[in-house]
């Protein structure tokens, strides 16, 4: 089946600096992955639509100059969290899809970020 | 607006047979996904469906009814390896994935 990586599982930073998290399909091309925040307790909240070779796509409410977005190739999505902050605290999931031949998602393990 | 309703928890005995209940609301309709979460892990994929009826697979199903804007999961002989969130998502017409709040199974022996 397709595999979605992602780098690091987990990761505490101080507050005020970047943390860059990355996405990768193993064994699959994806021209388009998505980024989603999920707090506890809650469900998944999607944050972007990362595209290969263009612009991320926003949700509404998501400021996109804190939360960088770059799909640079066919396999790498990068999602960097800007001067983080405690409230970013979060766990953070990317998922793609191999095509048109396949309706499912595929997730990456995802990663939890602690801002302290 | 675009909702997905689905029961907070639901609680269920080892062995027994439990349905958990999702209707939707979407702008237009492309389908309907069940996912399974364990608590820190990332959703896995149970089903998919975009006509109405039921589909089997193993011990899980799977029921949509379009007119309803109504699906169900099934899930019998359960174990306690089952004790996770159960996540409904619907796909509006731009093929965008609208998630429900989850739904978490709790499995007592």
């Known amino acids: 089946g397709a595999v979605v990586s992602q780098h690091p599982s987990w990761v505490i930073c101080k507050s005020g600096t970047s943390v860059k998290i990355e996405c990768r399909s193993l064994d699959f091309q994806a021209t388009t992955m998505f980024w989603y925040r999920q707090f506890p307790k809650q469900s998944l909240m999607l944050m972007a639509t990362s595209n290969e070779g263009s612009k991320a796509t926003y949700e509404q409410g998501v400021e996109k100059d804190k939360f960088l977005i770059n799909h640079a190739s066919l396999t790498l999505s990068t999602l960097t969290v800007t001067s983080a902050h405690p409230e970013d605290s979060s766990f953070y999931i990317c998922s793609a899809n191999p095509g048109t031949d396949f309706v499912e998602q595929f997730f990456g393990p995802g990663t939890r970020l602690t801002v302290l | 607006g675009q909702n997905i309703d689905q029961p907070t928890e639901m609680t269920a005995t080892e062995g027994a047979i439990v349905q958990i209940n999702c209707t939707y609301q979407?702008?237009?309709?492309?389908?309907l996904f069940w996912y399974q979460q364990h608590a820190g892990e990332a959703p896995t994929f149970l089903s998919y469906?975009?006509l109405d009826g039921l589909e089997e697979k193993g011990r899980f199903s799977s029921f949509l009814s379009r007119s309803k804007g109504y699906s169900y999961l099934l899930l019998k002989e359960l174990q306690m390896k089952d004790s996770a969130s159960y996540l409904c998502?619907?796909?509006?017409?731009?093929?965008?994935?609208?998630w429900g709040a989850g739904t978490k199974l709790i499995i007592k022996p």
């Open positions: 469906n975009v």
């Open positions: 979407t702008s237009g309709f492309n389908g």
């Open positions: 998502g619907g796909v509006d017409s731009n093929y965008q994935l609208i």
